[in-house]
């Protein structure tokens, strides 16, 4: 076994997490296409999605974890999310309201349709999910100064 | 409905300027500035034109997402909201031009910006909101972005004080949802134009009553009202100073008074209790917080103790209800968040220069920094009301109003109190402007040219702000928004009229 692998938990849990963390960013992924046509959404697909990367930081360390996902990348997908919903929303001038749905709204019930409301949830997880994301980083650094400090 | 599209720009400018910041902000430092002066520069443009659209058009409505209220969110434009637009975002404007300097001695420039324009995009958004719950969310966005900014120097005492802000307003906000609750329950509306038609054509049950007793703990916590004041002397002293200007001059103004403005007179309607208890807590938070500045050394608690004083004037006024009275207070409204904001940028000057706030340690700076001792006694008589600078004209106004009322009792005191402001800034231009310079200051310099030309602006409005009260210039600015308040419940009719 590598060198990175040393730290984190014992091997079970981290065959276990090799097994069903892809599962688990899938879920989520799904979660936010489907939105609009079932319960869920941004919120909580992307709430899903953050878990599965805290799950390998439980399992395989922080090291690991901030490979996949670095802060500073956390960090640009919080703010693109929020610009991204924002666009969406002044896009909505076209029509002359402030969030008009402008994209035709499709069948009721397929994957496409709705109008930009799949486009405001892909904005919301990604902004929910990587904030998400950061805080829980910001907390295991913040514990970690501190051990180093004791 | 032509130019409606103007209001909800007042959110996205803002929203848009906070997450453009934290997205390119970290990697070039230059355009950290750039975005947030033009930014606020285009928001107080844009104030400015959406007064001019109140006086073409009258009152405008926007429905967010083509959804008419009352089902969907509508976004109201009438005399107070285009009032007090102007009045945040040139305040905002002003103290986003300081910070260029001001924020240079903390690290993550890109973060305040951040935090300032979620600040004032919520602040912008509790103004234009026509949606109690929409109200609610936007009051807890620039509280939540208020609590990060006051920890923004992450020193013990800013920790403590932020995180005592944090709790208090937090229990504030839940006394406001609890209250929008019990309105929501018994009108099964949430739009504020509706609720007010329901609420008249229903009449008074207790509901409401205790709904209106949440409201006036909840706001009067956001606008620290003298039972409710505890944690703004220590929360406004520990930010850094533009947010100290920015918290003191237009958060508490506008999460606070507007709030209690708007759903007081024009959703619930005013009757003479109501009155009688907003007047009672005014007049305590005038005395009380003018008692407990005179005896402050730090210079910054000195200002934060006087804001509360001066929040009590403002209340006095509105809440006696007269079209005098309420013409006063929002002028004094105005008036305070220029001079409140300077001056908090004058004690930033000064602690910039010197790295110290205790105005035993000061003296002589007038000699020394020329530009912010002026400015400095120009915001000072202004607010003790020394004419004919602003202050004056608002004060005197009130007084009239409520001697015109016949509250002579409380007439009495807002000129006692007044004598007594007076002497806290004689205080404050005693010790730290003139006098001997002290030989640890001999090597100051004065602040740096955007610190400069801020204040510089900000006093100029001090010294012609008695203007606006002529009869050419009363009519756009203070007179729609003195009648959007004394026209009281009319707001529902006007409104609901114009979403058709």
């Known amino acids: 076994m590598s060198r990175e692998h040393d730290k984190g938990m014992s091997l079970i849990v981290k065959t276990i997490t090799r097994l069903t963390v892809g599962l688990i960013l899938l879920y989520g992924i799904y979660i936010v296409l489907h939105g609009h046509v079932s319960p869920g959404g ?5 709430v899903i999605i953050a878990l599965s990367f805290v799950h390998i930081m439980l399992a395989y360390g922080k090291e690991v974890a901030l490979k996949k996902l670095s802060r500073s990348a956390a960090s640009f997908f919080e703010s693109f999310g929020a610009v991204f919903f924002l666009v969406i929303a002044l896009l909505g001038f076209t029509g002359g309201y402030f969030f008009l749905n402008f994209i035709s709204k499709g069948k009721p019930f397929n994957l496409f349709s709705a109008g930009i409301i799949p486009l405001c949830n892909i904005a919301i997880c990604l902004k929910v999910g990587a904030g998400l994301f950061a805080i829980f980083a910001a907390l295991v650094l913040l514990k970690f100064e501190t051990e180093e400090k004791e | 409905m032509a130019g409606s599209g103007i209001i909800p720009l007042f959110v996205a400018v803002p929203l848009g300027g906070a997450f453009l910041n934290s997205l390119l902000g970290k990697k070039v430092k230059r355009l950290t500035d750039i975005i947030g002066v033009s930014t606020s520069f285009i928001l107080c443009a844009l104030s400015l034109v959406a007064l001019r659209l109140y006086n073409a058009n009258g009152i405008l409505t926007h429905s ?5 209220p009352p089902i969907g969110i509508g976004m109201v434009l009438d ?7 102007v009045t945040v975002n040139f305040a905002a404007f002003c103290i986003a031009v300081y910070s260029i300097n001001y924020m240079e001695k903390f690290t993550s420039k890109w973060k305040f910006y951040t935090l300032f324009f979620l600040m004032l995009g919520g602040m912008n958004g509790v103004i234009i909101t026509g949606d109690i719950f929409n109200l609610f969310v936007f009051l807890e966005i620039a509280a939540v ?20 802000y944090a709790v208090m307003c937090t229990v504030g906000s839940l006394f ?30 207790n509901i409401t009553i205790l709904a209106m007793i949440l409201f006036i703990m909840g706001f009067g916590l956001k606008a620290a009202l003298v039972p409710f004041h505890a944690w703004l002397p220590d929360a406004h002293p520990s930010a850094p100073a533009p947010i100290s200007a920015m918290l003191s001059g237009v958060l508490i103004k506008s999460l ?9 007179y024009n959703v619930i309607g005013v009757n003479e209790n109501i009155s009688a208890i907003l007047m009672f807590l005014g007049a305590l938070s005038m005395i009380v917080g003018g008692l407990l500045a005179l005896g402050q050394w730090d210079l910054k608690r000195l200002l934060a103790y006087s804001s509360i004083s001066q929040i009590g004037y403002i209340i006095l006024g509105i809440g006696l209800g007269t079209p005098l009275g309420i013409l006063g207070g929002l002028f004094h409204l105005f008036n305070h968040s220029i001079f409140k904001s300077l001056l908090f940028l004058n004690s930033g000057a000064i602690e910039y220069t010197t790295g110290t706030r205790d105005l035993q340690k000061m003296g002589g700076l007038g000699s020394r920094m020329p530009l912010t001792g002026i400015t400095g006694v120009v915001a000072s008589m202004s607010i003790a009301g020394i004419p004919p600078f602003s202050g004056f004209w608002s004060k005197l106004i009130i007084i009239i109003a409520l001697v015109q009322a016949g509250k002579f009792g409380y007439a009495f005191w807002a000129v006692i109190i007044s004598v007594l402001t007076l002497a806290m800034y004689v205080k404050v231009i005693k010790y730290a402007f003139l006098g001997k310079l002290k030989e640890a200051w001999g090597s100051i310099k004065e602040v740096p040219i955007f610190m400069k030309l801020s204040m510089g602006t ?23 928004a003195q009648e959007a308040l004394s026209e009281g419940t009319k707001y529902v009719a006007v409104v609901l009229e114009s979403i058709k």
């Open chain 2, 256 to 264: 606070g008074v507007y709030a209690i403005c708007r759903i007081f």
């Open chain 2, 64 to 68: 967010v997402g083509g959804w008419r």
């Open chain 1, 42 to 46: 941004g919120f909580a697909g992307g």
């Open chain 2, 176 to 205: 406001v949802l609890l209250g929008i609750a019990f309105l929501y329950s018994y009108t099964s509306t949430l739009n504020m134009a509706d609720m007010g038609n329901i609420l008249a054509q229903s009449g008074n049950a």
């Open chain 2, 458 to 480: 900000l006093a100029v409005v001090c010294v012609v702000g008695g203007m606006l009260l002529l009869s050419g210039m009363q009519g756009p600015f203070l007179q729609g």
């Open chain 2, 79 to 85: 005399g107070l909201t285009a009032f007090m637009l």
């Open chain 2, 145 to 164: 972005a208020s609590y990060a900014l006051v920890a923004f120097g992450t020193e013990r005492h800013e920790l403590e004080a932020a995180f005592k």
